[in-house]
């Protein structure tokens, strides 16, 4: 014993066997890890570096600081007190005399995000500056254009000095900087991205909630029946599981619609008259009601999954012992079943919080959700900095809720069909 | 769960209406679905349900979307120039088909890494590898619209194709670790032990049996990459017309019952993609001896 204890077990070539082991074990990880590697470089290349691109963009303010660099040199010696110095109204002067339209099309797209009044400032000035033609600047500028004479658009280029901004993420919730610096609140009549993020909030949380208790007794139905009839069953939920996002929305069209299924069927019950349609469509209760149907599978399934480990001798024990079947079912069934409900709701609000397709085609005006105003702002104002950083949010929420998603549940467990 | 015979008049009800509720959840799931095959039939451009067509008038039924659908113009219709449907049902395919083989090449090998029992940091990865499943398709796509336009791969084919693949690993990476747990290891030593080398292991041991596996990702990455329209939307061009790309365009601009005939045939490529994979599972539970829905 003392021998084997002092002297380590050496392989046939000589080395300690603990290092031998431990060798083969490291190749063992390299090689399984070469094996993901491919993958995982790919989504990397392909998935992970758009995002963080998109990211980077949240706070990138170098758009402008491009445009106009001198200019911004000499703005950092300016104290904010009084009309700047003639200096810097003569780079000025320069920079936007002498820049491409189209460069300062884009910077004073930006400098009216800060301050409304420069774009068509900066548009009327390159076409009158072409007239003036020696200094000194300051006073021909402000007789060209008076809101050069304005202080209040002097500073608020201040809060694009640095290279980076904290300002789309205050826009993202009704926030701006003021010429100051300051944090402000929006004008009452820009506050929109609060109500739509609680809006969001509101209507993924009423799509958990509805297809909790939609999916919560079919998924005990599917679990308790005989398996021929369950796996018939089971074709319904998989069905629309298979069937396209964009063919499930046509066909709520079709039933929501004035002229509609759903409305026709009142009508021609006499419940309603001809002319006093409901308006189905174009609102936040369509919305609601058909991304319940179309993420209602994904709370079925886990759901199933969990019931289908829990013995059915453990129901008939309670009421074996007199409990009544309600009272059994809420003492011993529900409390087995809650993984499965943790694990639904989970998974049912994280995919409807990003939903986008949906509340574009049947939610009209009042029905819209973050993710529409991702797109909005992508393709039609471009105004890009805001709509990175309502995805930027928008993905930290996700990534709370997946990463307690994975500790609560595990990722790995996720079942398709 | 059948009622047993002494059960109360209180516990007939109850069970009665729990069916009855069930039955409606099930009506509400499936309905929605097939009330569009009826109505492609319709002659009406409209979608909605005539008088006529309730009471099976024949003028009221007709093949004539159908046949704008596949470009065959009728009498009346003027002559079609392009016909967008047929080029988005090219394109969809097309794509579809790049993105499934290499979103399955990829998958597949990085399932076979996270099975192996020593993999380091297996969780992260995991988590890291099923992201694209899980983050919103409208920040994908904003992400990728900026980048993939930084390195010229907008409005091209061959980005689409990476981005679908990228979207579509997840499902194949999930459903190929489900096949590989219980898989008997030693079957592996056996083959080499036997002189086979790693190809021929993995083509003649490993890969017949996860193959049930393998095809059923194929088919989710495919129906994912099939029915994708954001990402085509923001990262392709105006002329790369899809299946989705069209209805979602048909449906924002005109209304025309054609969409109704592609949802009809796209929920007949579901059901038969779902018999497919339903058909596969089984098959693979019996291979591996498990019994059916564990």
Redesign the interface.
């Given at each position: 014993m003392n021998q084997t204890a002092s002297e380590p077990i050496l392989t046939t070539d000589g080395i300690p066997l603990k290092v031998s082991l431990q060798k083969s074990?490291r190749k063992?990880?390299i090689?399984?890890?070469?094996?993901?590697a491919?993958?995982?470089v790919?989504?990397l290349v392909?998935?992970?570096?758009?995002?963080?691109?998109?990211l980077v963009?949240s706070i990138d303010d170098r758009q402008i600081n491009t445009v106009f660099p001198k200019t911004f040199e000499v703005y950092k010696k300016w104290d904010q007190q009084g009309l700047p110095s003639e200096e810097l109204y003569e780079t000025m002067f320069f920079e936007v005399k002498n820049s491409e339209g189209y460069d300062i099309g884009k910077a004073s797209t930006r400098m009216n995000y800060s301050k409304s009044g420069w774009k068509s400032l900066l548009k009327k000035s390159k076409r009158k500056f072409k007239k003036i033609e020696e200094g000194p600047y300051k006073e021909q500028m402000i007789a060209a254009e008076k809101r050069w004479g304005d202080i209040d658009y002097w500073k608020a280029l201040g809060v694009m000095v640095d290279p980076t901004t904290m300002g789309y993420y205050l826009n993202a919730v009704d926030l701006k900087f003021d010429s100051n610096k300051e944090i402000i609140r929006q004008k009452e009549n820009r506050r929109i991205y609060n109500h739509t993020w609680i809006k969001t909030f509101k209507i993924s949380f009423l799509v958990m909630f509805f297809c909790l208790i939609?999916?919560y007794?079919?998924s005990y139905?599917l679990a308790?029946?005989p398996?021929k009839y369950?796996?018939l069953?089971m074709?319904?939920?998989?069905?629309?599981f298979?069937?396209?996002?964009?063919?499930?929305?046509?066909?709520?069209?079709?039933?929501l619609?004035q002229?509609?299924?759903l409305n026709?069927l009142l009508v021609m019950s006499h419940v309603i008259a001809d002319e006093n349609r409901f308006q189905l469509m174009y609102n936040q209760t369509a919305v609601v009601i058909v991304m319940t149907?179309i993420l209602?599978?994904f709370m079925v399934l886990p759901l199933y999954s969990v019931m289908?480990t829990i013995p059915?001798t453990y129901m008939r024990a309670a009421l074996n012992l007199g409990a009544s079947?309600l009272h059994a079912f809420w003492k011993v069934y529900m409390p087995n079943s809650v993984p499965g409900i943790s694990a639904g709701c989970m998974l049912v609000f994280?995919i409807a919080?990003?939903?986008?397709?949906t509340p574009e085609?049947v939610g009209g005006k009042d029905g819209q959700m973050v993710?529409n105003w991702?797109?909005y702002h992508?393709?039609t104002t471009l105004n890009?900095g805001l709509?990175?950083s309502l995805?930027a949010i928008?993905?930290a929420v996700?990534t709370v809720l997946?990463w307690a998603y994975?500790k609560i549940v595990g990722?790995?467990n996720?079942?398709?069909? | 769960?059948a009622l047993p015979t002494y059960a109360t008049t209180g516990?007939r009800i109850?069970y009665y209406s729990?069916?009855t509720?069930?039955g409606f959840?099930?009506f509400?799931?499936?309905a929605?679905?097939f009330?569009?095959l009826p109505?492609s039939f319709s002659a009406s451009p409209?979608?909605?349900?005539t008088k006529e067509f309730m009471n099976f008038e024949p003028e009221a039924y007709s093949l004539r979307w159908y046949r704008q659908m596949v470009g065959i113009s009728s009498i009346g219709d003027t002559t079609v120039v392009t016909n967008k449907w047929m080029l988005g049902t090219r394109n969809s395919f097309f794509i579809g088909i790049c993105a499934t083989f290499l979103a399955t090449a990829?998958?597949t090998?990085?399932a076979?890494?996270?099975s192996?029992p020593?993999?380091?940091f297996k969780?992260t990865?995991?988590?890291?590898?099923?992201?694209?499943m899980?983050?919103?398709?409208?920040?994908?796509?904003?992400?990728?619209?900026?980048?993939?336009s930084?390195i010229g791969l907008t409005h091209t084919y061959l980005g689409l194709i990476?981005?679908h693949?990228?979207l579509g690993?997840p499902?194949v990476?999930?459903?190929v670790?489900?096949t590989l747990t219980g898989f008997d290891t030693n079957l592996i030593r056996a083959s080499q032990s036997l002189g086979a080398d790693t190809m021929r292991t993995f083509f003649k041991v490993i890969m017949p049996l996860i193959l049930p596996g393998v095809i059923?990702g194929a088919l989710?990455a495919f129906?994912t990459s099939?029915?994708e329209?954001?990402v085509v939307m923001?990262v392709g061009s105006v002329e790369q017309i899809t299946i989705?790309k069209q209805?979602?365009a048909g449906?924002?601009q005109e209304t025309s019952p054609v969409?109704?005939c592609m949802?009809t045939c796209?929920?007949a490529l579901?059901?038969a993609?779902?018999t497919t994979?339903?058909m596969l599972?089984r098959r693979s539970e019996r291979l591996r001896g498990i019994k059916?829905?564990?």
């Open positions: 074990e063992n990880k090689r399984a890890f070469l094996l993901v491919p993958l995982l790919f989504i392909t998935f992970l570096i758009p995002i963080a691109d998109m963009r939609l999916g007794p079919i139905l308790t029946l398996l369950s796996n069953l074709i319904c939920v998989l069905l629309p298979w069937t396209s996002l964009l063919v499930r929305t046509v066909a709520w069209m079709v039933m619609q002229k509609g299924v026709n149907q209602l599978p289908k059915p079947p994280i919080i990003g939903y986008y397709i085609l993710g991702i797109a992508l393709k890009w709509c990175a995805g928008l993905l996700m997946y994975n990722i790995e996720i079942k398709l069909g | 769960m516990q109850g729990f069916l509720y069930c959840v099930f509400f799931l499936i929605p679905i009330i569009i109505l409209f979608f909605e349900f990829l998958g090998v990085a076979l890494g996270l192996r020593n993999m380091p969780g990865l995991m988590a890291i590898l099923i992201s694209p899980i983050v919103p398709l409208i920040i994908t796509s904003a992400g990728m619209f900026f980048f993939y930084k990476l981005a693949t990228a690993t499902f990476v999930i459903t670790t489900a059923s989710f129906i099939f029915d329209v954001v923001f989705p209805m979602w449906l924002r969409i109704l949802a796209l929920v579901s059901i993609l779902l994979v339903e599972r059916l829905h564990k």
